[in-house]
């Protein structure tokens, strides 16, 4: 059966300021590959757009369950865009089971497009359903299309010469190529993209080619689809542009940071979700005197790095919860021993293996205060994709300057979500100089810079500059072991203010919105999104509010115990019990409030804008 059931129509195309689309299936219907297809388009046509990947928490859940499902949503705009979207306009939903768990989110009318092949009685078994909602008149609220998105794939790549399971495995594709007809979008990236994927398999490029024209076709000919929505290019700064996940964003940041600092590269990991892309991206980067090290567990990992860090390199190492609990006492050790070390913490739920492709914030005091001992670090956290990467540099920066180790907190949503970034020129990166000790003379390994007290990076095998190393307690100057308990305490405090001296490094709080009034939101992280679309639409109405978000988390801005008595009220929303907010409380006595989302899913701005009201004792019966 041909896919092109007559000739074209004159169909009704509609202007529209933004869309939110999700994709939604099994784990193996490509559902990733198929947002980040479309989030490309998107994003060469010149909207603004931010994305949410959600994958499944188990590895290889049985297909068609909803443990299984795979989700992908864009949200893409001719405005600005700091979320991927409370709700969704379009859902494509592959089976039964991504239909139950993603429907909740779809707006009332809103497009639903699901695969009519997959709602046999045991596709609804295992999706835990009795009744079939294609039938049952449960999807009366919505533009329902059903569509036998298998069978019509199967049609369309007969000729090709690949077995049933291969052609179903491109109906992702064929979903595609109808998203592309009903948001107006070229094909013609993902063409390049598919040929260039599949060039040592030339049956594969031609039948993902055929499936994704066929979806094409289907809604050009097919009389359901009337309305096609065209979405204008948004109005972003002139430069030159990518999209780019945190992670990427961090891998290129390092690199930077190491161009920048004249030093090689070396990055010490241990695969986790999810942080493993780290790894992965910077092996790419060999070219660059990058070196990449896949340690055989995280002790391993950080151990590596801080021996590269001896060796004069810029030593980094990446991991996740679970893997930072078992990085602590090296860390410990570099914090002793004083070296520039780099420790980046893309967070996911917890405790112990808890929700590994779920995001959270949770990590925070352990960044803090998780060592034995008095053991105080920088610690620094990205508030978009694109900002990960200038948070890599400024961490690399600081290590450097005050020969301390730094912890980056990052995060699932972050680590994989992406949005339009401006790349940089070389010259709008900020200088990181490098002084390796090389003269002899009166040299002491633990003489101090007055102003950052940071002792210096003296190679091994420098002549004349031997000098003791590990985790006994030194001597202040001299470097020797020392069990004197005076000069314990005089080395503990003088490792604690060299941390405090970096709040020189630290801009001064500015609140966004209002410079005072009625309330202000702290927050931190990916938060960062939703606390601006919900601080913009609430100002609009009228409310005098105003946002500080943090960047430096250890030390803190210096006048930010002045801008918090600027309000009458503080929130704190955080993706935890409330970890930032015990900060605050017990460090400048005000009395804030939390707001706290613990479900491995970023806030929404629905849900900043409720907690704004209610703080502000707004009617939300009447709003």
């Given amino acids: 059966m041909s896919t092109t059931l007559s000739q074209p129509r004159q169909h009704k195309r509609e202007i529209v300021e933004k869309a939110v689309i999700r994709f939604a299936g099994d784990s193996g219907d490509g559902m990733q590959i198929t947002g980040g297809q479309f989030t490309n388009t998107v994003a060469l046509y010149g909207n603004d757009l931010a994305t949410l990947p959600d994958y499944p928490a188990e590895i290889r859940a049985p297909a068609g369950t909803i443990p299984g499902v795979s989700g992908f949503q864009v949200h893409f705009s001719s405005s600005d865009v700091y979320t991927p979207g409370d709700n969704v306009d379009a859902l494509i939903a592959m089976n039964p089971a991504a239909l139950r768990v993603n429907l909740p989110d779809l707006i009332p009318n809103g497009i639903l497009i699901v695969n009519l092949d997959d709602f046999g009685e045991a596709d609804l078994r295992k999706a835990h359903l009795t009744s079939n909602p294609l039938e049952d008149h449960s999807l009366d609220g919505y533009r329902l299309f059903p569509v036998e998105l298998t069978r019509l794939t199967r049609a369309a790549l007969k000729d090709v010469g690949l077995d049933a399971k291969s052609m179903d495995r491109c109906k992702n594709f064929f979903a595609l190529g109808m998203c592309y007809w009903l948001y107006n979008r070229s094909m013609d990236m993902t063409l390049r993209w598919i040929e260039d ?355 430096h988390l250890n030390p803190l801005p210096k006048n930010l115990g002045e801008v918090l008595g600027r309000y009458k009220k503080v929130l704190v929303p955080e993706m935890n019990m409330g970890q930032l907010l015990m900060v605050l409380r017990a460090k400048y006595l005000v009395d804030a409030q939390g707001y706290d989302k613990i479900q491995g899913k970023p806030f929404k701005q629905s849900e900043i804008e409720r907690k704004i009201e209610e703080m502000l004792g707004v009617n939300q019966e009447t709003r």
């Fill in 197 to 551: 994927k599949f060039k040592n398999k030339p049956l594969l490029v031609q039948a993902n080619r055929l499936a994704m024209e066929a979806g094409y076709s289907y809604c050009e000919a097919t009389e359901a689809f009337q309305i096609s929505y065209e979405i204008p290019p948004a109005k972003l700064a002139p430069g030159l542009y990518r999209s780019i996940s945190g992670n990427v964003a961090l891998a290129m940041g390092f690199v930077a940071a190491s161009q920048k600092a004249g030093i090689p590269l070396f990055l010490g990991s241990y695969p986790i979700t999810p942080a493993s892309d780290i790894l992965h991206a910077l092996a790419n980067y060999k070219e660059f005197g990058v070196i990449t090290f896949q340690a055989e567990d995280e002790i391993a990992a950080i151990t590596s790095a801080i021996g590269a860090a001896y060796g004069g390199a810029l030593g980094i190492t990446a991991t996740s919860g679970p893997g930072m609990s078992l990085k602590t006492e090296a860390l410990g050790l570099a914090v002793g021993v004083e070296l520039p070390l780099v420790i980046c913490n893309v967070q996911r739920g917890g405790p112990s293996t808890g929700l590994p492709t779920k995001t959270e914030q949770a990590d925070l005091l352990q960044a803090l205060f998780g060592r034995n001992s008095e053991a105080p670090v920088p610690v620094l956290a990205p508030a978009t994709p694109g900002d990960c990467f200038w948070i890599a540099l400024e961490a690399a920066r600081i290590a450097i300057k005050y020969m301390v180790p730094v912890i980056i907190l990052s995060d699932g949503y972050l680590a994989n979500g992406a949005e339009p970034w401006h790349i940089p020129a070389a010259s709008d990166l900020p200088e990181i100089p490098v002084h390796f000790e090389t003269n002899p003379t009166d040299f002491s390994p633990y003489r101090r810079n007055p102003e950052t007290l940071a002792r210096p990076w003296a190679i091994p095998g420098t002549p004349e500059m031997e000098h003791r190393i590990g985790g006994i307690e030194k001597q202040d100057i001299t470097g020797n072991v020392s069990y004197d308990p005076i000069n314990h305490e005089h080395m503990v405090r003088l490792r604690a203010a060299k941390v405090d001296a970096v709040v020189q490094e630290v801009p001064d709080a500015v609140p966004a919105g209002d410079p005072s009034g009625d309330l202000l939101i702290v927050a931190w992280g990916s938060t960062h999104g939703a606390v601006t679309a919900a601080l913009k639409a609430q100002r609009a109405q009228g409310r005098r509010i105003g946002h500080v978000h943090l960047r």
